[in-house]
């Protein structure tokens, strides 16, 4: 099925979308009981490895899905767990490949999920800070002077000192999220709202992500929360088992998927 998010009347024919998507699918082969023997025979564990993809079998997360963000749109992705919601992000955030289909991003993507990843305990809060922006991809000098901003904000004073297995929960939360938000990306692309169990501190937090969604380009934001999804996107993607279910404006699309859901069979509907 294809679709595209096209209601800007006065969009440049000739400007490239952000994001377009055409039938991409993501495989990837299931382990059946038993074949995960470390002490397999090397012989084994080689010819497991090196198994025909004929003879293998596959679990489809994503299943032929099209569409095209321009500048300027907000796509929302509602479903129910084990949709796909998470993993197309993924595949938009370029973790995982497409098996078949063909995507192109122009700018750059910017996932805002597992914003922990990759901070480690014996390191001091600065220490994480260069982890952090090393892994997202920024450079030294881009980092230290971002580190005024992200103290500031994460509040930690001279706790940015210690070692993060000092820290209390809602400390390495601070940390993390205020990493994580340094950067303003084109795309942005969200996994559920980020937020903060300190009501002082999430309204912060609520301010510096709206910040965020203000600047980008364009948003591609996966939720539960229909009223969220409403408030902040234009369009709106609902899947099912991997596949679009319906593509369209966002008061349509969260209309087509109340009433799949109170049918208690979500169905298939072309925009």
Avoid at 227 to 249: E, I, N, Q, Y
Wanted: net charge positive; hydrophobic share 40%.
């Amino acid at each position: 099925m294809t679709a595209e998010l096209r209601t800007p009347r006065d969009r440049d024919a000739r400007e490239k979308p952000l994001i377009e998507a055409r039938e991409i699918s993501l495989h990837v082969p299931l382990v059946k009981p038993g074949e995960r023997n470390l002490l397999a025979s090397p012989g084994r564990l080689i010819r497991d490895l090196y198994l025909s993809r004929s003879t293998r079998v596959n679990a489809t997360l994503i299943d032929g899905i099209s569409f095209s963000l321009a500048r300027g749109e907000r796509l929302g992705l509602i479903g129910s767990n084990g949709a796909g919601k998470s993993t197309l992000l993924r595949v938009l955030a370029g973790i995982y490949q497409p098996s078949s289909g063909t995507l192109a991003v122009q700018g750059s993507a910017k996932g805002l999920f597992d914003i922990s990843l990759g901070m480690r305990a014996e390191a001091t809060g600065l220490e994480n800070i260069y982890l952090r922006g090393l892994q997202m991809g920024l450079g030294l000098k881009r980092i230290r002077t971002l580190i005024p901003a992200v103290m500031a904000f994460s509040e930690l004073g001279e706790d940015i000192e210690k070692q993060l297995n000092t820290y209390s929960s809602g400390m390495r939360l601070r940390l993390a999220i205020a990493i994580s938000t340094m950067v303003e990306p084109d795309i942005l692309l969200l996994d559920e709202w980020i937020g903060a169990g300190d009501a002082a501190f999430n309204e912060k937090v609520r301010k510096r992500m709206m910040e965020l969604v203000e600047t980008s380009r364009g948003l591609v934001l996966a939720t539960h929360n229909t009223a969220l999804m409403k408030s902040l996107c234009t369009h709106g993607m609902v899947l099912d088992k991997g596949r679009t279910t319906f593509l369209g404006p966002v008061d349509e699309a969260l209309k087509f998927y109340a009433e799949r859901t109170a049918e208690g069979e979500p169905g298939l509907r072309k925009p």
